[in-house]
């Protein structure tokens, strides 16, 4: 169990009368590249948002690399090791490209006002080293004095993942990468994750589109009217008669 | 008797101020609606309905009901040429980053302020900076009888006036397609546009509504006060603006309900505080309510407001 | 839309790390320029007028400079829309006022208290007003500030109310007494110009994106291990500090204070330095407070014109250039660059990070 990177149980959320998020538990193991899908409504951003904290848990825990989280801050959960991307692209449109991403850098590296008055070489280097760093794992480095607002819409998806990267984070979560994104796009994209993975990240990978997460994950959590209906190999899922009604049952464009 | 009547008489005059700041706060809330930016030169709009009114009644000493639609047309014109210098040219940037650019929205803010100074300085030029009296035939301070309580007639014509003026409002709001489009751009600006709707001129209908508002306001209360001066229109803009941050910014009842409690508790307050402290109460009452109630006791959590 | 997305592992030689930053000289450049003319240029005019008018404004310039980066630091660089600052130097000139004239406190004391005093305040008032989104928090601050002076002008016991105080002792150190115009303008250039740096500091850091990130998306902020409550107190507090010193400048500078001179008008008149000078931009925020005291003075002559011409200037001023004079993209290039604050510099030769 030493290998598990979070871990959630019975995990449940209510807004008035509507169950949004009902009773779910999962496990993501260090190392691995997980997918949750479900169709629309199916409780995906509550879940996400109860995760990294923005929402708090009506019942059950969050427990990420050994502590229960549940209830704590966003920013001490980020601090913890849990960097996330949105899905409605939230780049800090004024700032550059490299000041955007030094902000995740200085929520690892701490934010104290003292550091920017004495003694704060060692600090701003290492912030700095690790911001091109994650720049670099995008390929955003040309753009690194841009304003951010004047990225493409394709690249700031990148910026965002750098931004998460920069955090150092243990567990990434990508809410949706591939919304907007043409074939082409979503396929370099999926590629990118896999290389991501590849050197060593766990990922969290919150999509809408099955074919994304079909294509690159070990396994699919699958997510329907708020309950978690599926938990598998990608084929184990696609085969599972409840997750075939789900997607079928319901009038929607998932592939 | 059950009732203090002096009491009763303050809580009437309350009420009678507070239907002044609401008839401000609706213009503020109006215009924030379909901007989403404070127009601090409203309290200026007052300040000229005043002194249009005066400058008409001492030239033509018309009939009182005469000098109402007067002062309604000028606020109007003036609501236009108002949005015309200090707003529109600031929607011609529409790219995204200055979209979101805190500047941007700051630098509206101030370009209505640095028109409302300049305008006042003019006033100040043409009018001198000191009270002007208002011809004593139209002064609204007689006393009227209700059983035992004695009621300056201007605060009947005050209520009279707010009533049938909120009355056209909501007329105007849910009845007409002219109420439709603003109360659409209000609610999403873009959406409204792509649906048709003219938002420019939408806009600039909802100065003109709300600058007739405020300038009625600021004749009512010159006569009511009987004097006015080029500096008249800061105090009341202040309260207003507090009242429809109170309301939570996009309420019309809500801005009408704080700015009659804002009123009302001031003219109870002169009663056991000396009139100095008064604004006291007005301040913490705004700060009490925004601690408790984040997004104003009628708001419901807009976006970017 | 083409998105490259090379492997981590087999970095091209085209994105080599960028080269350090080497801007050594031109920082000395700049640095030299701008203390030559506030204790060089502006000392001899001085001198050289004997004019007690110049060395008036000279003064007051420095105050509404300390005045405008500080409220630049919260509302600029933070985000918090502040329209209660003049409050906050009214508790510091009061707070400097009544230590020196009812407790007999030098000016050494004086001046941090004041400043202390201030942020105090600030923090209390922060406190409960933080999770007030924009124009909510800003009528906050802007009812706050009438609070305070209205305070100020009824408490006659305590502040001598529309009085004011007077009879406030000049800057003092160790016997040194700025006495003279020269000397008192030298004493508030040098504190200026240090609160100056501690700002400048504060923004020109990695410190300082986390208070834009905090500008630009909060919550986002958030997500990336921003404790942003804390960083908009922190912004807060060293606004009211910097407030505070301002305040306890105008006390000791001009001898008498009055609750008028800390009136929303002059909250209003600190946030349109910031923004005609450039809301987040550190130098706009000094360019804008000598823009809007000196053009004034400037325009003397038209006598009663004058105001009307200032609020026609500041228009078209923000009509032109609604980002401000030095817009802050501007400014942080122009900062990394001429103060050598950039981490390095990428090819075309744009400077990034901070040092």
């Not at chain 1, 701003?124 to 040309?142: H, M, P």
């Not at chain 3, 550190?282 to 005291?293: D, E």
Request: net charge neutral; glycine share 12%; hydrophobic share 50%.
């Amino acid at each position: 169990m030493s290998n598990t990177l979070l871990s959630i149980q019975g995990l449940t959320r209510r807004f008035g009368g509507l169950l949004a998020v009902s009773d779910v538990s999962a496990t993501i193991a260090k190392g691995e590249l997980v997918g949750l899908i479900g169709p629309n409504g199916a409780g995906k951003t509550t879940l996400f948002n109860l995760i990294t904290g923005f929402t708090p848990p009506s019942d059950g825990t969050v427990t990420f690399d050994g502590q229960d989280v549940t209830g704590r801050k966003p920013w001490q959960i980020a601090r913890m090791g849990m960097g996330r991307t949105f899905q409605n692209l939230r780049v800090f449109p004024n700032m550059t490209v490299f000041d955007n991403v030094s902000v995740g850098a200085v929520g690892a590296f701490g934010q104290s006002p003292w550091r920017a008055l004495v003694n704060g070489g060692a600090h701003s280097r290492a912030v700095s080293e690790r911001s091109w760093e994650a720049l670099e794992r995008v390929g955003l480095t040309a753009q690194a004095g841009d304003i951010a607002a004047n990225l493409s819409y394709g690249k700031r998806k990148y910026l965002e993942i750098a931004r998460a990267l920069a955090t150092s984070p243990r567990l990434l979560i990508l809410d949706e990468p591939a919304a907007g994104l043409n074939d082409t796009e979503t396929a370099e994209l999926a590629d990118f994750i896999r290389r991501l993975h590849a050197g060593g990240v766990t990922v969290l990978l919150v999509e809408h589109d099955m074919g994304l997460v079909m294509g690159s994950c070990s396994r699919v959590i699958v997510l329907a009217s708020g309950r978690k209906i599926a938990d598998g190999t990608p084929e184990a899922v696609q085969r599972d008669p409840a997750v075939l009604e789900a997607y079928l049952g319901v009038e929607d464009d998932a592939a | 008797m059950v009732f203090d009547v002096f009491f009763l008489q303050q809580v009437i005059n309350g009420l009678s101020i507070g239907c002044v700041y609401a008839l401000m706060a609706i213009g503020f809330t109006l215009i924030f609606g379909v901007l989403n930016v404070v127009n601090f030169a409203h309290g200026e709009v007052y300040t000229i309905g005043a002194f249009v009114g005066l400058m008409v009644i001492t030239a033509l000493a018309p009939p009182l009901l005469a000098v109402v639609p007067l002062v309604l047309a000028v606020g109007a014109v003036s609501g236009v040429g108002l949005e015309r210098i200090a707003f529109r040219p600031f929607r011609r940037f529409t790219d995204e980053a200055s979209q979101k650019s805190r500047a941007m929205r700051e630098a509206t803010l101030l370009s209505s302020l640095a028109v409302s100074i300049v305008t006042r300085e003019i006033m100040m030029h043409i009018f001198g900076g000191d009270m002007q009296g208002i011809p004593s035939g139209y002064l609204l301070q007689q006393p009227v009888a209700i059983g035992p309580i004695m009621v300056a007639s201007g605060s009947l014509v005050i209520f009279a006036t707010s009533a049938v003026m909120l009355g056209a409002l909501q007329f105007l709001l849910y009845r007409t397609q002219t109420g439709l489009g603003i109360r659409a751009v209000s609610n999403n600006q873009l959406g409204a546009r792509y649906v048709g709707i003219n938002t420019d001129r939408t806009i600039v209908t909802t100065f003109a509504v709300g600058s007739m508002l405020g300038a009625t306001a600021g004749i009512l209360v010159g006569l009511y006060d009987g004097a006015i001066s080029p500096h008249m229109g800061f105090a009341p803009g202040v309260k207003a603006f507090v009242a429809m941050v109170m309301g939570g910014l996009s309420s019309i009842p809500g801005a009408v309900a704080c700015a009659l409690l804002l009123g009302v508790s001031e003219s109870i307050a002169t009663e056991f505080l000396s009139s100095g402290w008064k604004d006291l109460i007005t301040y913490s009452l705004l700060v009490i309510t925004l601690v408790f109630f984040p997004q104003g006791l009628f708001g419901h959590g807009r976006e970017r407001a | 839309m083409d998105v490259n997305v090379p492997d981590a592992r087999l970095m091209p030689a085209t994105l080599a790390p960028p080269a350090a930053f080497s801007g050594r000289g031109r920082r000395f450049a700049w640095t030299l320029l701008l203390l030559a003319v506030a204790f060089g240029a502006v000392p001899a005019a001085i001198v050289g007028t004997g004019s007690s008018y110049l060395a008036q404004i000279a003064i007051t310039t420095m105050i509404f400079v300390i005045l405008s980066a500080s409220l630049n630091h919260v509302t600029g660089t933070a985000g918090l829309l502040s329209i209660g600052h003049a409050a906050f130097y009214g508790i510091g000139a009061y707070a400097a006022a009544l230590l020196s004239t009812k407790l007999g406190l030098p000016f050494i004391v004086t001046l941090p208290a004041a400043g202390l005093i201030a942020a105090l305040f600030g923090f209390l008032v922060a406190l409960p007003t933080m999770r007030l989104v924009s124009i909510y928090f800003a009528v906050a601050t802007l009812g706050i500030g009438e609070m305070i002076y209205v305070i100020l002008l009824n408490w006659v016991d305590f502040t001598r109310g529309p009085m004011g105080i007077r009879g406030i002792p000049p800057i003092e150190l160790f016997g040194w007494q700025a006495d003279t115009l020269l000397s008192r303008y030298l004493a508030v250039a040098v504190i200026a110009v240090a609160c100056v740096w501690v700002l400048h500091r504060l923004t020109h850091s990695y410190y300082g994106n986390a208070l834009r990130a905090l500008r630009e998306d909060d919550q986002c902020a958030d997500s990336m291990g921003i404790n942003v409550e804390r960083l908009k107190i922190e912004s807060f507090v060293v606004a009211t500090f910097f407030a505070g010193i301002a305040g306890a400048l105008l006390a000791h500078t001009s001898a008498y204070i009055a609750p008028d001179n800390f009136r929303f008008m002059e909250s209003i008149l600190i946030l349109a330095m910031v923004v005609v000078g450039g809301l987040g931009s550190l130098p706009g925020a000094v360019v804008g407070a000598l823009f809007m005291i000196v053009l004034p003075e400037a325009l003397r002559d038209i006598g009663d014109y004058r105001m009307i011409a200032v609020g026609a200037t500041m228009f078209l001023s923000i009509l032109l250039l609604p980002k401000g004079m030095l817009a802050e993209g501007t400014a942080l290039g122009f900062v990394r660059r001429s103060f050598s604050r950039g981490w390095a510099t990428i090819a075309g030769g744009t400077p990034v990070g901070w040092k």
